[in-house]
């Protein structure tokens, strides 16, 4: 029958893809960090840098970042910390203005968006690394000297430090998920610096050589990884720095969690198309497979599952197997579901209940990423919703 052949390409297109989506492009990056182990020629170094950290509405989280970039160990007349507000209506600039003595400098913006509070910031600054922070991480002392030390190598034009979530006060098992997933995603790019670059800094904590910023186009993408690639693009690399260490509180709830997730996946894929130039594997070799399989394919996998599990009842009258993965499937999305309502009990902070229950909510914030990105929805005021402190 017509209808069971198309079933049964669908099926093993899909299993194929989300295969390689996860497993497969892992394996890929393992085999060619192996290969190529580019290795970065570290030297203690200390350039002039300009600590940039653009906020809106932060009264509750700039005193203890500014109490702890001023406490790092690097060389206070080597460091410039500059606090960028994009039309923060709060308490934020009164608070600012009280670490003038100490040497923070405040520039307060109109409201117009991060990206352009961080343009303006960078042309009023003197640093010849610009590091980008979040209003609500905290640097390890060392952070900063972790970070620079890569710019000895001539090679190097951006570096993304190690941000790591502390276990949240008041948070749903949205948290754990969270917290699993960047255990993941920082040893993917402890390999993908291997074999060249990683794919894109986030914002808690990453750096550039001044000459190579490049103002985005467009803001309704994401700073961070617009800014970061943008290195990638003028032919120098992006490198992960394990010891540079910036501390963050996971989000604690589910719906801020997928909200987040949405906003920060919408922007991310309108970054792509930005950068779409480094898709080109005859000009950036293996990296444009990387940003593909990673920023691209991945954000498809929600539609894959969709097709595998219609694909699975389909075919599922036609032999046991296919009746096996259909009720595996059906079951792992029940599991995700009684994960989603135990988000705030004990039990289920097990992870045979938040696995499943973030594994479908990020994939459920990425199919209506890609709907958005299709509808041509934009999203360029950022509105952080923090949760309190991060010590």
């Known amino acids: 029958m017509p209808q069971i052949s198309i079933a049964w390409l669908a099926f093993w297109l899909a299993v194929a893809l989300i ?77 600012v203005s009280g670490y003038a003595p100490q040497g923070v400098r405040l520039l307060s913006f109109p409201r117009r968006g991060k990206i352009y509070a961080l343009k303006d910031a960078v042309a009023k600054s003197a640093g010849e690394i610009l590091v980008f922070s979040d209003a609500n991480s905290l640097y390890k002392r060392e952070a900063l000297r972790m970070l620079v030390r890569n710019f000895a190598d001539p090679e190097v034009g951006g570096v993304c430090g190690n941000q790591i979530y502390l276990k949240a006060r008041q948070a749903d098992t949205t948290s754990e998920g969270e917290g699993l997933y960047w255990s993941f995603d920082k040893w993917l790019k402890s390999l993908e610096s291997l074999t060249g670059s990683i794919v894109s800094a986030h914002g808690a904590i990453y750096a550039i050589r001044r000459e190579l910023y490049q103002p985005p186009a467009s803001a309704a993408v994401t700073d961070d990884f617009a800014i970061s690639t943008a290195v990638i693009e003028q032919g120098r690399r992006l490198v992960f720095e394990p010891e540079a260490i910036a501390y963050e509180e996971p989000t604690p709830s589910a719906s801020l969690e997928f909200g987040r997730k949405v906003r920060i996946m919408t922007r991310g894929l309108r970054g792509v198309l930005l950068r779409r130039r480094l898709l080109n594997p005859f000009r950036y070799g293996f990296y444009s497979l990387e940003l593909f399989s990673h920023k691209v394919l991945r954000r498809l996998v929600p539609f894959f599952l969709l097709v595998l599990l219609a694909a699975s009842w389909i075919l599922s009258g036609t032999g046991r197997f296919y009746f096996a993965v259909a009720v595996a499937q059906t079951l792992f999305y029940l599991l995700a579901g009684a994960g989603y309502l135990l988000r705030r009990r004990q039990i289920g902070r097990l992870k045979f209940f938040y696995v499943p229950f973030f594994y479908c909510l990020a994939n459920a914030a990425a199919f209506i990423a890609v709907i958005r990105l299709l509808r041509g929805k934009r999203v360029e005021f950022w509105q952080p919703q923090r949760h309190g402190s991060a010590a």
């Open 19 to 95: 295969i390689y989506s996860y497993a497969g492009f892992s394996l890929l990056v393992i085999a060619v960090a192996r290969l190529r182990n580019r290795r970065v020629q570290q030297k203690p170094v200390t350039p002039h840098v300009s600590l940039i950290i653009p906020v809106w509405n932060e009264e509750k989280a700039i005193a203890e970042r500014l109490e702890n970039a001023l406490a790092l160990d690097y060389p206070g007349d080597r460091l410039e910390i500059i606090v960028a507000s994009d039309g923060s209506d709060d308490d934020t600039h009164r608070i």
